[in-house]
């Protein structure tokens, strides 16, 4: 938390707010952040009663909403949901902020996550795609933010959003300029218990997302080239599978899911950049509409 809280510190363009939650901590999380909020008075920290277990999708958007709540959005131009478990370059804010003014259909972006592999100390790409900005820091647009209607209270909302902002005429995209690249201190996917469990969970919000069987299946053959080698790729499988089987509800937008099945129809015979370059093109009217 501390290598999070200092890369913030030291960017080059600081937050004009930065609205931490403390959502239940039990260790020295509350002194810490107090003694941060001392120094800087552009840190606000608001306390949430701990749930008494760990939500993931769901818990961590309850948290970025407690802290949501306490501001009026409309006094700011960007606004960025951020985890505490990240090291950022020091340009980072300004980065991504120079992009967006530079092309004004950009409604959210972040750059790309790296960790360092334990064995040899490297530092490797969790090979996000390129037409998603990363769930543990999402930098958005305010406007846009507020069009697509927030975040939804659930696994694969960080996917689901920017599929949203795209139906509405907005490009969504990372980053991989060497300057965005972030170290995540806590690898994606790997979950309080463990790879496998995060890997399931994910194939779960696909399923939840109404992604289509083709492509969950191409997705689980790409993800099992990554660590946990094929593990991952099956854990994804059992996790969708698991969730269709058992007729678990899905994401209820008849259109977004229509459209998040013809992006991905596209992206099996054309490849992911040049389905979204043609979303994209056809969604464009939307916006300056």
Known sequence: MRRTLDSVVAQTVTPSLWVI???????????????????????????????????????????????YETIIPSDYAYI????????????YFGGLIDMMEADPRIGTCSGKAYFKDSRTGEMVSEGISDEMSLGMTKFYRVSCFEQIGGFIRQVMWDGIDCHKARMLGWRALSDDAPELRFDHLRPMGSS?????????????????M?????????????????????LGG???????????????????DPELVA???????????????????????????????
């Open 21 to 67: 939650v403390d959502d239940g901590s039990t260790d020295e999380t509350p002194q810490i952040l107090a003694e941060y909020a001392a120094k800087h008075d552009w840190i606000r920290i608001v306390a949430k009663p701990d749930r008494g277990h760990r939500a993931v999708g769901p818990g961590v958007i309850d948290a970025f909403y407690v802290g």
């Open 80 to 91: 960025c949901k951020l985890d505490l478990d990240l090291d950022l370059p020091t340009g």
């Open 192 to 208: 309080q218990q463990s790879i496998w469990t995060g890997r399931r969970r994910h194939g779960f919000g696909q399923y939840f």
């Open 210 to 230: 109404g992604t289509t069987p083709s492509f969950m299946l191409a997705s689980a053959v790409n993800k099992a080239r990554i660590k946990p080698y094929i």
């Open 234 to 252: 099956l854990a994804m499988l059992q996790g969708y599978f698991g969730a269709m089987l058992r007729r678990d509800p899905q994401l209820d």
């Open 259 to 289: 459209f998040i099945r013809s992006y991905q129809r596209r992206a099996l015979v054309v490849g992911k950049a040049r389905a979204i370059s043609e979303q994209e093109d056809a969604q464009a009217h939307k916006l300056s509409a």
